[in-house]
């Protein structure tokens, strides 16, 4: 079961990898060639290799984590700048990426067209803050996470907080009389293109009242982002675009795609496959007490169930532990369902989650009877936030490394079929 659960990952993220998605969608391009090329995200390597592949010899820049791998092509053509930055968390380099961006668009021609290619992650990539200084935006992102804002929350605060997101960078092409086509992989629920990587290149639905009502409801105090956003409610400062004619911003990948490659595998595998969508959000606990009620409903089938899902839960920090959101899902699953023989997988598509260092976690029948024979208490571990910790004493974390890829989480639930 586990070489099921590991290979329908590896078959969803070989289906859906950026470069083939991209390649793809710039098959049919058409007009006179992009002046400048722009990748930014967690897939920018090989997406920029894809655009590169169609476009040889185009000026571009790429931007992406430190971990990131790049397509040997990328990496030694001599007319693609190259920057690393930091993320969940900007850092100086994100500001030297941003200011880099905005260069490249001064660089483009009247009439020109600049190809931007943006994924999941841009957000902390990309970053030149705006009415407050790097550390402030850094901590209160930080600690709007740490309260378990959603990505829609924290990118509207981002948005009003910066030169680059919410349309600006679109706005600044668009300034040179050249025209913006964007490419994007969404990692977001809804796959709305404003909230992907904070949309730069998207006009705004959101204003400064709304950023600061995200700082209300989350009960972050922070002084400093207060005060810009109450200047920009009255008017101080300009507020993100709300139309950007001449741009173009497509999804082009999204966890829709993700969880139908996940399905057509178990599919093949002989698994009756029960869809429950995308669109799943909220505690991860919550959403794994979601999943455990809808597993006890299909206990008694006739043959074995493979029940899938996507979307993205968050985690109220409450402890010190290691973990992220799916490896809490799967131990607060593994608490509510008991032994019923049912195995798991839970992880982010982009091999990370949160502070564990492995793309997530896998369920077993006898999950928590091993660990009480290592003297785990699951209990204990997921009241302080330590679910990481939790299975890679089980030796249950599923650790993929960056996958160069970031299409949201794909969790997969085998229910075994009524005994005869």
């Given at each position: 079961m586990?070489?099921?659960?590991?290979?329908?990952?590896?078959?969803?993220?070989?289906?859906?990898?950026?470069?083939?998605?991209?390649?793809?969608?710039?098959?049919?391009?058409?007009?006179?060639?992009?002046?400048?090329?722009?990748?930014?995200?967690?897939?920018?390597?090989?997406?920029?290799?894809?655009?590169?592949?169609?476009?040889?010899?185009?000026?571009?820049?790429?931007?992406?984590?430190?971990?990131?791998?790049?397509?040997?092509?990328?990496?030694?053509?001599?007319?693609?700048?190259?920057?690393?930055?930091?993320?969940?968390?900007?850092?100086?380099?994100?500001?030297?990426?941003?200011?880099?961006?905005?260069?490249?668009?001064?660089?483009?021609?009247?009439?020109?067209?600049?190809?931007?290619?943006?994924?999941?992650?841009?957000?902390?990539?990309?970053c030149r803050p705006q009415g407050v200084t790097l550390e402030d935006k850094a901590a209160v992102i930080r600690d709007l996470m740490r309260a378990g804002a959603d990505i829609h929350a924290l990118n509207t605060v981002r948005k009003h907080l910066s030169g680059v997101k919410g349309g600006r960078l679109a706005q600044a092409a668009l300034a040179r009389g050249a025209a913006v086509q964007a490419l994007l992989l969404s990692d977001v629920v809804g796959d709305d293109p404003a909230v992907i990587a904070s949309g730069p290149t998207v006009p705004d639905p959101t204003n400064f009242a709304d950023a600061r009502a995200v700082l209300e409801w989350f009960g972050v105090a922070a002084p400093e982002v207060a005060r810009h956003l109450a200047r920009g409610e009255g008017g101080e400062v300009p507020d993100t675009p709300k139309a950007l004619p001449g741009v173009t911003s497509r999804v082009i990948g999204s966890n829709r795609l993700l969880l139908d490659a996940a399905a057509r595998h178990l599919h093949d595998l002989g698994y009756g496959v029960v869809d429950l969508g995308d669109h799943w959000t909220g505690e991860a606990r919550d959403v794994a007490a979601q999943h455990a009620r809808i597993v006890q409903e299909h206990l008694n089938a006739d043959a074995p169930l493979a029940l899938i899902s996507g979307g993205e839960a968050t985690v109220t920090v409450r402890g010190p532990g290691v973990g992220g959101r799916n490896h809490e899902f799967a131990l607060a699953l593994a608490l509510h369902l008991g032994p019923t023989g049912v195995w798991g997988l839970s992880a982010g598509s982009d091999g990370l989650d949160g502070s564990s260092g492995a793309a997530g976690a896998i369920l077993t029948p006898d999950t928590l009877a091993r660990a009480a024979a290592l003297g785990l208490d699951a209990p204990a571990c997921l009241a302080r936030n330590d679910s990481g910790a939790f299975f890679t004493a089980l030796g249950d974390g599923l650790v993929t490394g960056p996958t160069g890829q970031n299409l949201n989480d794909l969790r997969v639930l085998l229910v075994p079929p009524r005994r005869a």
């Open positions: 586990r070489e099921v659960l590991r290979g329908t990952f590896q078959a969803a993220l070989a289906a859906t990898d950026p470069a083939r998605l991209t390649a793809r969608h710039l098959a049919g391009w058409s007009g006179p060639a992009p002046a400048r090329l722009l990748a930014f995200g967690k897939a920018a390597g090989p997406m920029l290799g894809a655009a590169l592949g169609r476009f040889p010899g185009t000026p571009a820049l790429g931007i992406l984590p430190d971990d990131a791998a790049l397509p040997a092509a990328v990496a030694a053509a001599p007319h693609v700048q190259l920057r690393r930055a930091a993320h969940p968390l900007p850092d100086h380099r994100s500001v030297q990426a941003g200011e880099a961006a905005l260069a490249e668009a001064e660089r483009l021609p009247a009439g020109g067209v600049w190809l931007v290619l943006v994924s999941g992650g841009g957000s902390a990539l990309l």
